[in-house]
Antibody, heavy 121, light 108 residues
Framework: EVQLVESGGDLIQPGGSLRLSCAAS????????MGWVRQAPGKGLEWVSF???????DYADSVKGRFTISRDNSKNTLYFQMNSLRVEDTAVYYC???????????????WGQGTLVTVSS | DIQMTQSPSTLSASVGDRVTITCRAS??????LAWYQQKPGKAPKLLIY???SLESGVPSRFSGSGSGTEFTLTISSLQPDDFTTYYC??????????FGQGTKVEIK
């Protein structure tokens, strides 16, 4: 059974840094596309980043240059390093497994439960 | 980047009603569209992928259609568990992922 468990969310001051973790089980992170989606309080879903099985990465313009997606294959865990945090980064952050094959990448087919990041002074 | 526009933002309906939610893309995405259901405080749940394919385990009252720039999610007979929020998402290869703004289905 596929499971994703996020952790690391916290209350952090503007300008600070935080690292989110997403521990996976039931599949191999390094063989799949994985991504992060966030949801500000009372708002809709916003895609922020993904990493391919080969290690290619992509980011939404809103986080490019500040956030970094990575993984630890030995721990089967996805990470999201968030630097220079802003008030507008406040959100629940979800990690997700992205369905993919040799032709490309597709929809999120499994999601974690989310972890709350609050950026406030 | 491709923008996704959902309508309506809120939909009032009764148990047993047939409801339709529309999602429009700012440019053609072929059939690269998914629909998710999200309940308060929970992660999204995949319902439909590739515009019209039903995810395993999802009740058959949910269906999707469309291609190009216009898509619909239909619930054929609304059940009490279906009163929540729905999002579309495009995953066209040559554009960053993007979601619609969501449609809340509420009890009339």
């Amino acid at each position: 059974e596929v499971q994703l468990v996020e952790s690391g969310g916290d209350l952090i001051q503007p300008g600070g840094s935080l690292r989110l973790s997403c521990a996976a089980s039931g599949f191999t992170v390094s063989s799949n596309y994985m991504g992060w989606v966030r949801q500000a309080p009372g708002k809709g879903l916003e895609w922020v980043s993904f990493i391919s099985g080969g290690g290619s990465t992509d980011y939404a313009d809103s986080v490019k240059g500040r956030f970094t997606i990575s993984r630890d294959n030995s721990k089967n865990t996805l990470y999201f390093q968030m630097n220079s945090l802003r008030v507008e980064d406040t959100a629940v952050y979800y990690c997700g497994k992205i369905l993919s094959d040799s032709n490309g990448w597709y929809q999120f087919d499994h999601w974690g439960q989310g972890t709350l990041v609050t950026v406030s002074s | 980047d491709i923008q996704m526009t959902q309508s309506p933002s809120t939909l009032s309906a009764s148990v047993g009603d047939r409801v339709t939610i529309t999602c429009r893309a700012s440019q053609s995405i072929n059939s690269w569209l998914a629909w998710y259901q999200q309940k308060p405080g929970k992660a999204p749940k995949l319902l439909i992928y590739k515009a019209s394919s039903l995810e395993s385990g999802v009740p058959s009252r949910f269906s999707g259609s469309g291609s190009g720039t216009e898509f619909t999610l239909t619930i054929s007979s609304l059940q009490p568990d279906d009163f929540t929020t729905y999002y579309c998402q495009q995953y066209h290869r040559y554009s960053p992922y993007s979601f619609g703004q969501g449609t809340k289905v509420e009890i009339k």
